[in-house]
């Protein structure tokens, strides 16, 4: 950990490895924190739970970049490259205040509810059975390439009708655009993205299906409820947001369990406990680490702390849902223990439209996993696990695992 010379603390590239040990004593100073990220943008991190559900519920913290001026050129740090993101994907709900935010949630809210997605169980158990029946006879893979991968991006291009022929591709795609890359990456990516989304787009304009994507284009067209940019933009959320979460989930949850053997043991004896389970994992080690950006368009009090208008302001979920004033010994995992109000999947307007799916996801994977095999973390014991270089996803790089028939 360095100081800058303005005084804030820099959050080094170790903190994206054990964030959990920075984000104690930072709760611990306050409620609010005045940080620059390893990339060297200067944001308030919110990492108490109170003040979580505060900053991300409360209109004071706007989402509407539109109307925002050139933050990044106003906080990142001297010295430090600028990366321009490409604008063509920026256009989404989860970058939008009402009404404009209201209006585009609407239009997929339905598609997505608790009931639609429990009629697509018996899909995602077919799908995971699928993915284990390979994963049969072979004593170590990479479980994220196995599972926690193709899993949620296979049932989410189901779902929407895309084609699953580009889905390794894709992978990179959003890979790089959600982590730490330079900007020549980030430019070929985005580049490549944008021209996947317009190929689809146009496929579904021209044979249009009863799936989501193509309701949208129809809605583009004929109401006039969203502009082009906004239907581009829409496919990357839903097709990015719909998999590089809950493939943590699933891999963040097995690890959990590997190294608390004593909860995997009571899930074994107790299948009930499961989906319980699956919330304890989003709670201690949920996919998302801070949730994404929003900004002060005047000066806003939080927590006690002054934030002045025009400052990026940033909600540590993994911090929240391991604030001791909420969830006490918050560090130990406890498949039992009340979960409730946990902020994994965010709080307010933009909560997670894809969360039924998520935890039906999560618990048929975890669930099927453990009925068909011994696990075991695989490899030297000193080779630690890397996490991904981000401070949006907190997931494990590479996971390999020994595995043994049950
Ligand atoms: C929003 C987490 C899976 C679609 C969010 C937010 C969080 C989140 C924290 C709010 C971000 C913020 O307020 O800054 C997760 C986690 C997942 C998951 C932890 C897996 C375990 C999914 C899936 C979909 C999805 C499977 C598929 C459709 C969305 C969308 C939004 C969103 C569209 C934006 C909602 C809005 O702005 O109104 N998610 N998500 N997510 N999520 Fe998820």
Same mark, same amino acid.
């Given at each position: 950990m360095q100081t800058t010379e303005a005084g804030f603390e820099k959050l080094g590239a170790e903190y994206l490895q054990d964030p959990h040990a920075v984000h104690e004593r930072l709760r611990e100073v306050g409620p609010v924190s005045e940080l620059v990220l390893p990339r060297g943008l200067k944001v308030w991190v919110v990492t108490r739970h109170e003040e979580a559900r505060i900053a991300l519920s409360d209109p004071r913290f706007s989402k509407n970049f539109a109307a925002a001026g050139d933050l990044f050129g106003k906080h990142l740090q001297p010295g430090v490259a600028r990366r321009e993101f490409d604008q063509s994907f920026a256009s989404h709900m989860l970058n939008m205040d009402p009404p404009d935010h209201t209006r585009m949630r609407k239009l997929v809210n339905k598609a997505f509810t608790a009931r639609r997605m429990e009629a697509l169980r018996p899909r995602i158990q077919e799908i995971t059975d699928r993915l284990l029946d390979e994963m049969e006879g072979r004593s170590e893979v990479d479980l994220l390439d196995a599972l926690a991968f193709p899993l949620p991006i296979t049932v989410i291009c189901e779902l929407l009708d895309? !084609?699953?022929?580009?889905r390794d591709d894709f992978r990179i795609w959003s890979g790089t655009l959600l982590t730490d890359s330079t900007q020549e990456e980030i430019n070929e990516a985005a580049a490549s993205m944008y021209a996947f989304l317009a190929g689809l787009i146009q496929s579904k304009r021209e044979n249009p299906g009863d799936d989501i994507f193509s309701a949208l284009v129809h809605a583009s067209e004929d109401d006039d409820r969203l502009n082009e940019a906004e239907l581009i933009s829409m496919a990357f959320l839903l097709l990015v947001a719909g998999h590089e979460t809950t493939v943590n989930l699933i891999g963040n949850g097995v690890l959990g369990l590997l190294r608390n053997p004593d909860q995997l043991a009571l899930l074994l004896a107790d299948r009930s406990l499961l989906g319980n389970a699956v919330e304890e994992f989003l709670r201690i080690d949920? !996919? =998302?680490?801070m949730a994404t950006f929003r900004y002060t368009a005047e000066e806003a009090e939080l927590g006690g702390v002054t934030i002045p208008a025009e400052e990026f302001v940033l909600v540590s979920l993994l911090s929240a849902n391991r604030d001791p004033e909420k969830f006490p010994e918050p560090a130990k995992m406890d498949i039992t223990r009340a979960t409730g109000g946990h902020v994994a999947f965010g &709080?307010? =307007? &933009?909560?997670?439209?894809?969360a039924p799916l998520a935890r039906l996801e999560g618990a048929v994977a975890i669930g099927s996993l453990l009925d068909r095999f011994d696990l075991d973390l695989a490899g030297e014991p000193s080779q630690a696990l890397k996490w991904k270089d981000s401070t949006l996803l907190h997931g494990l790089e590479r996971f390999p695992i020994s595995l043994s028939p049950r």
């Open positions: 895309v !084609p699953l022929d580009q949920g !996919p =998302i680490n &709080h307010g =307007i &933009h909560f997670c439209l894809g």
